[in-house]
């Protein structure tokens, strides 16, 4: 830093307004009974600006509501938008604890800056959590196995329609009640390959967590569910397994290696980054590499592979159970690993086992 820039404070001084027609404590007790996913809303969201000439300003949190726009905002003509998925934890203790929101800052730099955007301050980011649990805490569930989902996102609101980067742009973070995602139990997904559609390709965007690239997975996301999957498998240009449509992949081998697809065009995973610590911690091997298609297929037939699961914010680990294509549809070999990772992770994040590595961030204090 030169004598003459300013230098990034730490803080930022939000102003906060209430939201007078907020919830009951009772209607929000019967949402939280049973919030699904993504279906209501807490009452407040963070709102932060940011402009060419004044930088980040008017960091405020204010009632949850609707997003005026412009109908030239560059979002809506050019796609200028990322975004992040952590969710809130409420322990025994009652506080409320995130998981590597350094991580999660970190990540969406790298989205913004992939996608022509400011860089949001770590420090801000992680305040912005901060600012709206101190009014909207009550919302983080006590059930087992529930939460707080939270969305922080950031879209180019500039009016015009030039093709270059905007001059203007919103910070926001929303937070959704999330309930267990699988409130029967764990179960094995089943698996469609795509073979006609690519999710990115490479020097694209595919390592960024933007839109564009969960509306690319749309359609083959549909192809799946008609051939009666719960998921789609992408390729990369050389036949390698890329990612599912919004979790990643990693496969168990006999020796108890673990192997993860990684290249420029797969999204950096915070819980396989955190699964993968943890397998390592108890001695496994990891490698992260390219993985062909063949090498999936003949590991499962000669028994190499033993174990493949998929991981990601919303499901923590999920057990795969049959990878589905025109012309063959393979059964996965069920192990124990990822029912015991998940269960390890989700209990740090509960605050029900020993948090070796800090990964743990207390929000209400």
């Given amino acids: 830093m030169t004598s003459t820039e300013t ?174 995602y699988f409130p029967g139990g764990v179960k094995p997904v089943s698996i469609w390959l795509s073979e006609r559609y690519a999710r990115a390709a490479k020097g694209g965007t595919g390592a960024a967590k933007t839109g564009g690239n969960y509306a690319a997975s749309l359609l083959p996301q549909a192809e799946a569910a008609e051939q009666g999957c719960d998921q789609v498998v992408f390729l990369d240009a050389t036949g390698s397994i890329e990612e599912l449509g919004g979790m990643n992949i990693v496969f168990v081998k006999k020796d108890g290696t673990l192997v993860t697809p990684d290249s420029d065009t797969i999204l950096e995973g915070i819980t396989r980054d955190s699964v993968l610590q943890l397998a390592a911690d108890r001695g496994h091997t990891i490698e992260r590499r390219a993985v062909p298609l063949s090498e999936w297929r003949d590991g499962v037939a000669s028994g190499e592979i033993v174990e493949a699961f998929a991981c990601g914010t919303a499901a923590v680990i999920t057990p795969i159970g049959v990878l589905k294509a025109d012309g063959f549809s393979d059964e996965q070999p069920q192990g124990s690993l990822a029912s015991s990772l998940r269960e390890e992770l989700t209990d740090i994040q509960y605050g029900r086992r020993e948090d070796r590595h800090g990964w743990l961030h207390r929000l209400d204090a």
């Avoid at 963070?46 to 000439?53: E, G, L, T, Y």
């Avoid at 609707?66 to 952590?86: C, K, R, T």
């Fill in 7 to 180: 230098p990034t404070p730490e803080r930022l001084a939000f102003q906060v307004t209430r939201n007078l027609a907020a919830k009951s404590s009772a209607d929000r007790d019967q949402i939280l009974a049973d919030p699904g996913f993504g279906s209501f809303f807490t009452d407040h969201m963070v709102d932060i600006c940011w402009s060419a000439k004044g930088g980040w300003h008017r960091p405020r949190v204010q009632p949850y509501g609707p997003i005026s726009l412009d109908p030239a905002a560059a979002v809506l003509h050019y796609a200028q938008e990322v975004f992040e998925g952590m969710k809130a934890y409420r322990h025994a203790d009652g506080g409320i604890y995130t998981f590597r929101p350094e991580q999660n800052a970190k990540r969406f730099n790298r989205s913004a800056r992939r996608l022509s955007m400011p860089e949001l301050p770590e420090q801000f980011f992680i305040q912005a959590l901060h600012e709206l649990i101190a009014v909207d805490g009550d919302w983080v569930p006590t059930q087992a196995d529930q939460s707080l989902y939270l969305r922080p996102f950031m879209f180019a609101k500039e009016a015009f329609l030039g093709v270059r980067p905007a001059n203007k742009y919103g910070f926001y973070v929303i937070a959704s009640p999330a309930g267990s």
